[in-house]
């Protein structure tokens, strides 16, 4: 969970989810551990006739968390919250896979094989490569029908449902765009335009076309976690309690589990039984900020303040400096400390979060003058490449992204994600490249290396979706 995933916990590894049909290598950090293997023969959902493997969830998972840490921050109750959407994420997969197959729908090998050559050059030596993918259930041979997999996940609903972009829909949005932005000129634009109308229409049939699959579709969960959640959701406590004490059981040193169990509980009028689950979280992480926030408020909800107040404190002293995730702790202790009337006490922890983002922001101005100084000049945009902004071409957003982007009102970051989509269309290679070497030098930490890695995957940036 959240202290595992915040910690250097056992080996960590890079694990790069190709999706070949995009184009583009996601690169993915994770603390690797040999339980993988057996995951990846748990079944935790059947669609039609395609099993989905606890570690399609947990690939998945990862993926959706590092996108929201990167988009503003994660607490604990979001952590069930995104192993639902994942579940969902991974059964339209599934139901891809099973349309792809009835329609006799492969992968491309050569480029599987491309894909999966690339990969391993992220590694020092094969011995390296290997390893990494076995502590997550890969072997060689899997691993290539694991990229086979996302290849048609991220291809076929374009094969069975193309889109196109026609002359006159291109002119029409140009001519939106001029109306504000006479200097544009309409042949330097075109490129760039095109594709932004075709991510749109690609996107929304990608929709249409997994809702129509998913009326006539077969779909069972096993996942009792994510049954849990659903359960609790639905108002049916009981049902919740039972699937988690069904999770626990398979992961048994998981305090969040024990926290969904704790709050299920009471949900369900078991007063007694939740404070033993909120306590048993407790003890296995003593330390962990958001354990002793949530054993916390069960104590304040219980009336017991003198205790809900110490471990608040003990709370706020452990958050530490981390602009992912401290800000995050001591806003929640800043908003039970109101709630308790205790403002004096709120107004520190807002001042700890002012401290911790203003040298944060510091930090990023200081990160991007240096950039800007090392930055090498954009060419003027009349090649292909460069009018999709070609990582070739430099860091800096095409003109046409500057210029719409300052029509739509759009801030610098949201420019620098748009382009940065068109760019991994082409080449995203030395994205994940430099992070897997930083780390085999040792130059970061597993956790600092994830957030190096996120920030420069076209996925990591979900506030940059274009407009509609």
């Known amino acids: 969970m959240i202290s595992g ?20 290598i996601i690169p993915m950090l994770f603390a690797g551990s040999n339980a993988n293997t057996a995951a990846a023969r748990l079944t935790v959902a059947k669609v039609n006739s395609v099993k989905v493997t606890a570690l399609d969830l947990a690939l998945e998972f990862q993926q959706a968390y590092s996108r929201r840490v990167q988009s503003g921050g994660i607490t604990p109750d979001d952590i069930e919250v995104l192993r639902s959407e994942a579940m969902d994420t991974v059964i339209e997969d599934a139901l891809i896979l099973d349309a792809a197959k009835e329609a006799g729908y492969v992968a491309n090998q050569i480029m599987v094989d491309s894909a999966f050559e690339a990969d391993k050059s992220y590694f020092s030596d094969e011995r390296e490569f290997i390893s990494a993918l076995s502590n997550w259930g890969f072997t060689a041979k899997s691993y290539k029908e694991y990229l086979g997999r996302r290849q048609i996940i991220g291809s076929y609903p374009n094969v069975a449902a193309p889109v196109e972009v026609t002359d006159e829909e ?38 249409t076309f997994i809702k129509d699959l998913r009326e006539d579709a077969k779909i069972r969960l096993y996942d009792p976690r994510v049954l849990a959640y659903r359960a609790m959701a639905d108002g049916d406590y009981d049902e919740a309690v039972k699937h988690y004490r069904k999770a626990i059981k398979q992961s048994p040193q998981d305090p969040y589990l024990q926290i969904s169990l704790g709050k299920a509980l009471a949900a369900a009028g078991k007063a007694r039984d939740s404070q033993t689950a909120f306590e048993s979280a407790l003890k296995m992480a003593p330390e962990e900020p958001f354990v002793l926030i949530a054993q916390a408020d069960n104590l304040r909800e219980s009336g017991d303040t003198e205790r809900a107040r ?45 401290g911790i983002q203003e040298a ?39 003109v046409f992204i500057t210029k719409i982007g300052r029509v739509f009102g759009w801030t610098l970051r949201r420019q620098e994600a748009l382009m940065t989509y068109f760019r991994t269309k082409l080449d995203c290679g030395n994205m994940s490249k430099n992070s897997s070497a930083m780390l085999r030098r040792g130059r970061v930490t597993g956790k600092s290396a994830l957030r190096y890695s996120s920030i420069q995957s076209s996925l990591s940036v979900v506030l940059a979706k274009p407009p509609t």
């Open 360 to 398: 944060a922001r510091a930090r990023w101005e200081e990160q991007l003058r240096m950039t800007s100084l090392s930055r090498p000049r954009i060419r003027h945009l009349s090649s292909s490449s460069q009018s999709m902004g070609d990582s070739r071409a430099g860091s800096h957003p095409p």
């Open 170 to 207: 291109i002119q029409a949005e140009f001519d939106k765009v001029a109306a504000t932005q006479p200097d544009l000129e309409y042949d330097d634009a075109r490129d760039d335009i095109e594709q932004l109308i075709r991510y749109r229409k690609e996107l929304a049939n990608r929709e």
């Open 310 to 354: 110490d471990l608040y404190q003990k709370a706020s002293d452990l958050a530490g400096q981390d602009l992912t995730f401290s800000p995050i702790v001591h806003g929640l202790i800043r908003d039970a400390y109101t709630e308790m009337g205790m403002d004096d006490e709120a107004a520190q922890e807002e001042e700890k979060i002012a």
């Open 5 to 24: 995933m915040r910690k250097r916990a056992g080996t960590i590894v890079a694990v790069i989810a190709g999706i070949v049909a995009l184009g583009m």
